[in-house]
């Protein structure tokens, strides 16, 4: 099952790139998600870590430059926001390659939580700015 479903509604910044792109992300999610809880083999579950990862680090990077080339005055808080997910994301990954640490039911709950509340509160915000 999946972890997260994307939907207009819930996650939708009328910001056409953004939405492809979160759509993208929650797909990496819960692919991560259901081989780290369903038993696959690590050096799978490292693979898709590290391409959830590197996409995430991709997509930030553009919203930042959108958010910078239209002078979006929520820009430093966001880009906080986002430097600190970047920052457990590398300490996992750094983590799981050296054996120390696991993808868990546990570490997929947290990022479904950051970015329940990231994407409604500070990606809608951009919405008006971007769009």
């Not at 970047?86 to 709950?109: I, N, P, R, S, Y």
Request: proline content about 2%.
């Amino acid at each position: 099952m999946a972890l997260m479903t994307w939907t207009a509604e819930q996650y939708g910044t009328n910001v056409s790139f953004a939405d492809e792109e979160h759509q993208k992300l929650f797909g990496l999610l819960n692919t991560l998600y259901d081989q780290a809880t369903n038993g696959a083999d690590r050096s799978q579950v490292g693979a898709s870590l590290d391409a959830l990862i590197a996409f995430v680090v991709d997509h930030f990077a553009h919203e930042e430059k959108e958010m910078q080339a239209k002078g979006f005055a929520g820009y430093e808080a966001h880009k906080a926001e986002h430097d600190a997910l970047v920052a457990t994301c590398a300490d996992l990954q750094t983590k799981f390659h050296a054996g120390e640490a696991d993808v868990t039911e546990e570490v997929g709950q947290m990022v479904k939580t950051w970015l329940d509340k990231h994407i409604p509160t500070f990606d809608k915000a951009y919405g008006p700015a971007l769009g």
